[in-house]
């Protein structure tokens, strides 16, 4: 199964942004649905944004949408999370996750986990 790995994380103003990246090894990425998840401090992991193989479709948590684009580059086996305007509530350990498909990913957390960022704005 293919492995995951993220890069990108730190810290950041409000209001500020960061780009996180996944990249991928061990398998045929462009078979992968790529996800996005995160879990702060004290709280559940929660959902943020995921992509179809190919990047045709696309979701978001109420939280992302308007700020955050998830896409993907499979030529360089790498799916990337823009993040702008970022908030405190922003503030979390970062997670990708490469799946044989979305709905596994988001209802049963299947899939191939990377290890997490941290992610931390403040101001």
């Known amino acids: 199964q293919v492995q995951v790995k993220e890069s990108g994380g730190g810290l950041v103003q409000t209001g500020g942004s960061l780009r996180l990246s996944c990249t991928a090894s061990g398998g045929t990425f462009e078979d992968y649905a790529v996800g996005w998840f995160r879990q702060g401090q004290g709280k559940e992991r929660e959902f943020v944004a995921a992509l179809s193989p190919t990047g045709g479709t696309t979701y978001y948590n109420d939280a992302a949408k308007g700020r955050f684009t998830i896409s993907r580059d499979n030529a360089e086996n790498t799916a990337y999370l823009q993040m702008n305007n970022l908030k405190p509530e922003d503030t979390a350990v970062y997670f990708c996750?490469?799946?044989?498909?979305?709905?596994?990913?988001?209802?049963?957390?299947?899939?191939?986990w990377g290890q997490g960022i941290q992610v931390t704005v403040q101001g």
């Open positions: 996750n490469a799946a044989h498909s979305i709905t596994a990913m988001y209802h049963e957390g299947s899939g191939s």
